[in-house]
């Protein structure tokens, strides 16, 4: 079984930045892609930003230029550093690990960007 454990949500006002976290444990044997997906209050869940297990990296064009994802593979985490937060951008933030033809889900970190 696999766990994903995000953390580093919060509220901050338009214009400030956040760093999230997700940490990934159990039987994981191995480099595999990871991901950030983001749903908004009565919105269908996007893809934010992906990261492969040698660290190519894919993004959403509403978050090209202002959220870097990146990876630390001794401890199986991905972070999502997102700067120049919009209100467009709040939403639960989920992250997700694909292991073969298994993909695994964390319950998600709040993000709210409000003044």
């Known amino acids: 079984q696999v766990q994903l454990v995000e953390s580093g949500g919060g509220l901050v006002q338009p214009g400030e930045s956040l760093r999230l976290s997700c940490a990934a444990s159990?039987?994981?044997?191995?480099?595999?892609?990871m991901g950030w997906y983001r749903q908004a209050p009565g919105e269908q869940r996007e893809l934010v930003a992906t990261?492969?297990?040698?660290?190519?990296?894919n993004y959403a064009d509403s978050v090209k230029g202002r959220f870097t994802v990146s990876r630390d593979n001794a401890k199986n985490t991905v972070y999502l550093q997102m700067n120049s937060l919009k209100p467009e951008d709040t939403a639960v933030y989920y992250c997700?690990?694909?292991?073969?033809?298994?993909?695994?889900w964390g319950q998600g970190t709040r993000v709210t960007v409000s003044s």
């Open positions: 997700n690990i694909h292991i073969t033809y298994s993909t695994y």
């Open positions: 159990g039987s994981i044997f191995g480099i595999y892609p």
């Open positions: 990261i492969t297990g040698a660290g190519s990296t």
